[in-house]
């Protein structure tokens, strides 16, 4: 089962399990797994959600044996990623952590997604429950978005992370740098013209990343394409995709799967794609929180992890627990 909200609408969307539709799909962040969300996409009442028969029940128990990566431990393979970064001169890479949180006799779901659509208004909010790969998250980045009938696609380079009352630094600026500029690349090898905005504030809750808007006008049949030449994107990758893609997946402790990944949404008129970031896989006995940070030859280790402890405070704190 499913529920989520689009950004800035507080309509709350299942599926109707009993059609064969399947309007919804999750992509793991290396796109050899997906997830299919059997039904057509319905609105439901508030008390529909609240008359649902959802619990942590519903929950598989986390008998992985992962143990959380240690503060010590990530600032060691941060070192690592700085002298790849280095040596190979490379514009960002982005490394990633799980915070596992097992202090709690039981999570309550229900509470816990309101709490994070409350939260987040201008994201896209999504429960998933599915069995072993339950999922639950809030986060702002499109990867795309396409309109049917006029054939505008849309996409935003979003990259850099501080607390909504610090200035930005060279270091978030020149990590937002490389991400316009690809996806600007891409998006000029299907048109002539893509409008692009100034960059700006995309506040996210307590925190804030830089922005640039893209538009441009493409073919239908060009559109899966350009989701694969996206994704992934410099923001959860670095730059070059594959070089970095294959380093990510060597100094990581833990496999992403859904994290970084992407979301597939058709309806009659649009096609939107998010990209799952701000997010936790659930357990009934434990929540994975998924964090992690745009590394350049400027980052400082610690600084990352602090940023990290933050962003990971965007999924513990709208947790219902007792």
């Known amino acids: ?62 008998n992985n044996g992962y143990t959380a990566e240690t503060k010590e431990e990530y600032i060691q393979n941060l070192h690592k990623v700085i002298d790849i970064i280095k040596d190979h001169k490379l514009p960002k890479m982005v490394y990633s952590r799980r915070k596992i949180f097992v202090d709690f006799n039981e999570l309550n779901v229900k509470e ?22 339950s999922w639950m998250g809030a986060f702002s980045e499109v990867l795309g978005k396409f309109n049917k009938h006029t054939c505008d696609f849309k996409t935003m380079s979003l990259a850099g992370t501080l607390p909504v009352s610090e200035d930005w630094s060279e270091k978030e600026i020149e990590e937002q740098k490389p991400v316009t500029d690809y996806i600007r690349d891409i998006l000029s090898r299907h048109s002539e013209r893509p409008e ?34 996206l994704h992934p994107t410099p923001a959860v990758c670095g730059i070059p995709k594959v070089f970095c893609k294959e380093h990510i997946q060597k100094l990581e402790k833990f496999p992403r799967e859904l994290y970084a990944g992407y979301i597939k949404i058709e ?55 007792s």
């Not at 309007?23 to 796109?31: E, K, T």
Request: charged share 25%; hydrophobic share 35%.
């Open 112 to 133: 816990s997604f309101k709490n994070l659509c409350r939260s987040y208004p201008n994201a896209f909010r999504y429960l998933l429950i599915n069995g072993d790969n």
């Open 267 to 321: 309806t009659e008129e649009t096609v939107q794609y998010f990209v799952n970031l701000r997010c936790s896989k659930l357990y009934r006995n434990s929540v994975h929180v998924f964090v992690g940070g745009g590394i350049t030859v400027q980052s400082s280790p610690e600084k990352e992890w602090v940023e990290t402890e933050l962003k990971s405070e965007a999924v513990l704190k709208n947790l219902a627990v």
């Open 196 to 229: 692009e905005s100034a960059t700006h504030d995309h506040i996210s809750g307590g925190i804030k990343h830089l922005r640039t808007d893209f538009k441009v006008k493409i073919k239908e049949e060009d559109l899966d394409s350009i989701i694969q030449e």
């Open 1 to 62: 089962m499913i529920y989520f909200k689009f950004p800035f609408d507080e309509k709350l969307y299942s599926t109707d399990e009993s059609s064969q539709d399947s309007q919804i799909s999750f992509y793991s962040f290396d796109g050899l797994h997906q997830i299919k969300c059997q039904g057509k996409i319905t609105e439901i009442s508030p008390e529909a959600f609240d008359n649902a028969a959802i619990s942590s029940e519903l929950l598989s128990k986390d």
